[in-house]
């Protein structure tokens, strides 16, 4: 199972960025897909954004399309989400995950999948 770990949250003013990191143990197989989700309180969890191995493409979620990048540095075997123009509805606790399923709609869990501990991210003024 792939070890994950988020980096990079805290409390930022609306219109600010952040960028967020995840830093996973290495992939033993040639095919991978990882993927950002959120949970904000009282809410189900969203996925955000995903990279597979199959096409290298980033997909997005239409609630932050524009606005966030997710990228990945292969050397390092870590993978950013950049988030700018935030907004308060963007705060929530972050998770970083392998192995999801990556659709064009950004990612869902594949029942298969591996999750870092969560890191928190506030958009308050």
């Known amino acids: 199972q792939v070890q994950l770990a988020e980096s990079g949250g805290g409390l930022v003013q609306p219109g600010g960025s952040l960028r967020l990191s995840c830093a996973h143990s290495?992939?033993?197989?040639?095919?991978?897909?990882i993927g950002w989700f959120r949970q904000a309180p009282g809410k189900e969890r969203e996925g955000v954004s995903c990279?597979?191995?199959?096409?290298?493409?980033?997909y997005y979620a239409d609630s932050v399309k524009g606005r966030f990048t997710m990228s990945r540095d292969n050397a390092e075997n870590t993978f950013y989400l950049q988030m700018n123009i935030l907004k308060p509805e963007d705060t929530a606790v972050y998770y970083c995950?392998?192995?999801?399923?990556?659709?064009?709609?950004?990612?869902?869990?594949?029942?298969?999948?591996?999750w870092g501990q969560g890191t928190q991210v506030t958009v308050s003024s």
């Open positions: 995950a392998a192995d999801v399923v990556c659709a064009v709609t950004g990612p869902r869990p594949s029942g298969f999948d591996s």
């Open positions: 290495k992939f033993t197989r040639n095919y991978y897909a």
């Open positions: 990279i597979s191995s199959a096409d290298n493409r980033a």
